[in-house]
């Protein structure tokens, strides 16, 4: 996946955009959601972290997410 070198070389916005294709590709893309989270979050935009990991965390059977 080319997201996380983007990541890792700090382009965050254009690894938003990478794991966004990637799920507009393919839904079930776990790693996808879970990246983006993590680059969202890295970014400060973190109502978007959050609700990247609940798209796919929420349908994972035996998983709960906890919010204040």
Known sequence: ???PLLQ???RSDEAVE???KALAN???F????FNLGL?????????E????????AI???GVTIYQK
Do not use: H
Not at 39 to 47: D, F, G, I, P
Not at 49 to 56: L, R, S
């Open 1 to 3: 996946l080319y997201g």
């Open 8 to 10: 890792a070389l700090q």
């Open 18 to 20: 990478t794991f966004k």
């Open 26 to 28: 393919n839904s079930d």
């Open 30 to 33: 776990v790693s996808a959601y």
């Open 39 to 47: 680059t969202l979050q890295s970014m400060k935009r973190y109502e």
């Open 49 to 56: 972290a959050i609700q990247a990991a609940k798209e796919k």
């Open 59 to 61: 349908k994972i059977p």
